[in-house]
């Protein structure tokens, strides 16, 4: 069957053709101009799809959206969304109705996951978790080609577990998540708070790779933070292989200094699973679309 996908970002909409075989057949991207409005971005992905759709002459095909929020299973509106336009609206309906057809829409780290396990480096894997760490953290859980999007569509948010319950305030109202430790922009609030100061999480990471004393100390402190919380959900979910993406990921040392404090932490004698680097990039998110579409 042939697949189109659509990433529905912030400042760009991304769509994709696969074929049969799974190979890319076409790819465009338009702006998202998300300031125009809810019902302007929907009328925006109506005709990108139907461009794509036009590259394949019309043959029946599935269709998939990937974007940040996810669809609420108790009301049926977006939620979530840093699109932020988008929240509260009935995009899904809307958009079936704008197309005549059924779509799935799932969140960035479903899609990431699932592009992961399928195309990436999960393939030959029946259970990967898949981990976005970037100015957030997100995660998507694909069992043996499936996403599992859980009752309350939350599975995988492994970003607001916490892992301190009297640390810092997340966005999210609870306290000490892992989020806030660990992505990118909770490493700098951290490194900020302890050092004065603010520094970016790769400026931090160069400091790190120099051998900076300040840095040194502080990433004693994150790499025991993505232990706890890699361990934790090993522990729960004993998944075949993690996946690392965002752009905290490129951090060489989560793979040696990181793993080793997952494995302190982990509820086994060993660690055996496989904890690594993604392999498609910022195509991941397109790719998952299409891969996740009815």
Not at 18 to 42: A, S, V
Not at 144 to 162: D, F, L, N, P, Y
Request: charged share 20%.
């Amino acid at each position: 069957m042939i697949r189109i996908g659509i990433d529905l970002g912030g400042t760009k909409i991304e769509g994709i053709v696969l074929g049969d075989d799974g190979r890319e057949l076409f790819r465009k991207r338009i702006d998202t101009q998300q300031e125009k409005g809810c019902r302007h971005i929907l009328d925006r992905i109506k005709g990108l799809h139907d461009e794509l759709a036009a590259q394949i002459h019309g043959k029946p095909h599935t269709f998939g959206i990937c974007t940040p929020g996810a669809i609420s299973p108790r009301t049926g509106l977006m939620k979530n969304s840093n699109t932020v336009c988008l929240n509260g609206q009935p995009v899904k309906a809307d958009l079936e109705k704008l197309l005549g057809r059924r779509i799935n829409i799932q969140n960035d780290a479903n899609c990431f996951a699932m592009a992961e396990a399928l195309h990436g480096a999960g393939r030959g894997h029946d259970l990967v978790f898949g981990v976005i760490m970037g100015t957030g953290c997100g995660g998507g859980i694909v069992h043996k080609g499936q996403v599992i999007v859980g009752r309350q569509a939350i599975a995988g948010e492994w970003g607001h577990t916490s892992i301190d319950p009297d640390g810092p305030k997340c966005y999210c109202g609870q306290r000490g998540c892992v989020e806030t430790y660990i992505s990118g922009g909770g490493a700098e609030a951290r490194y900020a708070e302890q050092f004065g100061g603010k520094k970016s999480f790769q400026d931090i990471v160069k400091d790190f790779r120099a051998g900076e004393p300040k840095a040194a100390e502080f990433m004693k402190g994150f790499f025991r933070h993505f232990g706890r919380a890699m361990a934790n959900l090993i522990d729960v979910l004993d998944p075949d292989i993690v996946v690392l993406g965002g752009g905290v990921s490129n951090f060489d040392a989560l793979y040696t200094d990181g793993v080793a404090a997952v494995r302190s932490f982990v509820f086994s004698d060993s660690l055996e699973t496989p904890i690594v680097r993604h392999q498609l990039g910022d195509s991941a998110g397109v790719i998952g679309a299409a891969l996740v579409g009815v």
